[in-house]
């Protein structure tokens, strides 16, 4: 089995930081790419920012230039430092892992999400 859990949520006042942690345990051979979505009340999921396994990152529109996605793959754990936080960065955060687990004699690959973390941007 394997778990995603993510940390470091909170309350913020606007032009605040937070830095959000995604570990990930259990029996995995190896991760391929980590992410980060949210999703507000009422709205859909979406993406935050992504990170491939050689360190390659991508990011949503809105929070290019304010937000670094930064991954340690000796601690199979993801890192998102938002800056500059703003009230519509409100949100619960989640974070999923593509996994190649181990199974009995063999690998078995799986995207595993976490249960989410709230950040709230308010003063």
């Known amino acids: 089995q394997v778990q995603v859990v993510e940390s470091g949520g909170g309350l913020v006042q606007p032009g605040g930081s937070l830095r959000l942690s995604c570990a990930a345990s259990?029996?995995?051979?190896?991760?391929?790419?980590m992410g980060w979505y949210r999703q507000a009340p009422g709205k859909q999921r979406e993406l935050v920012a992504a990170i491939t396994s050689s360190g390659s990152t991508d990011y949503g529109d809105s929070v290019k230039g304010r937000f670094t996605m930064s991954r340690d793959n000796a601690k199979n754990t993801a890192y998102l430092q938002m800056n500059s936080l703003k009230p519509e960065d409100t949100a619960v955060y989640y974070c999923n892992a593509d996994v190649s687990a181990r199974k009995m004699h063999t690998t078995e690959r799986n995207v595993y999400w976490g249960q989410g973390t709230q950040v709230t941007v308010s003063s």
């Open positions: 259990g029996s995995i051979f190896s991760i391929y790419g």
